[in-house]
C-alpha cells in the first residue's frame, strides 16, 4: 500500500469503519463492508472456536458473525450486543462482528506504516496504522481476518497426523 521507493506519496483518502476496543481504535475499509447489522440476537455454535461468535438471522439468511477482538488478540471487549459489517461478495455469508460503535472516517493510505516494532505476538491481520487528526488508526485487513479465522477452525478440526 506503500508508493515504491524513490516516488512521492500522492494523497489517497479511503473510508474506513473504525471502532475502538480498550485504548486502541481499528479501522476496516469500507470497500470490504456490504452493510452494517445490529447483532442484537447472535446464536451460538456449540464448540465453534472462539473466532466464531456465532450467527446472526440477516433478514431470513443466516451469516458468521467472526469475532474481530478475538481475531486481533484482543482480551478487553465487553459482552453483549454488537453490530455486524457485513462483508462483501463473495464473502457476505461472514461478518465482522464489534461489540464497539462503529464509525465512518476517511484516512489517507499514503500515510500507512507498518506496525511498530515488538508487537511480534500480533496475529498478521493488520494492513498497518495511520496517523489522522483524530489519533491513531490500525488498519486492519479483511483478507487476513478472514484467513486467521479459516486457521483457526483448521487447528481446531483438522484430525492429528
Known amino acids: 500500500m506503500k508508493p515504491p521507493p524513490g516516488v512521492a506519496a500522492a494523497a489517497n483518502p479511503v473510508p474506513v469503519l473504525v471502532f475502538t476496543f480498550g485504548h486502541e481504535v481499528y479501522g476496516v475499509p469500507l470497500e470490504g463492508v456490504k452493510e452494517i447489522f445490529p447483532a442484537d440476537d447472535l446464536y451460538p455454535v456449540p464448540r465453534a472456536p472462539r473466532p466464531i461468535r456465532g450467527l446472526v438471522d440477516v433478514r431470513g439468511r443466516m451469516v458468521t458473525a ?26 457476505d455469508h461472514l461478518g465482522l462482528w464489534s461489540p464497539a460503535a462503529i464509525d465512518l472516517r476517511t484516512v489517507d493510505l499514503a500515510g500507512l506504516r507498518p506496525r511498530p516494532d515488538g508487537r511480534e505476538a500480533d ?39
Open 66 to 91: 467472526l469475532d474481530v477482538a478475538a481475531l486481533i488478540a484482543c482480551d478487553d471487549v465487553p459482552a453483549g450486543n454488537g453490530n455486524l459489517m457485513i462483508l462483501v461478495e463473495p464473502r
Open 123 to 161: 496475529p498478521e491481520v493488520f494492513a498497518g496504522f495511520i496517523a489522522t487528526p483524530q489519533g491513531l488508526v490500525t488498519l486492519l485487513s479483511v483478507d487476513r481476518l478472514v484467513r486467521a479465522c479459516e486457521q483457526e477452525i483448521l487447528k481446531r478440526y483438522r484430525a492429528p497426523g
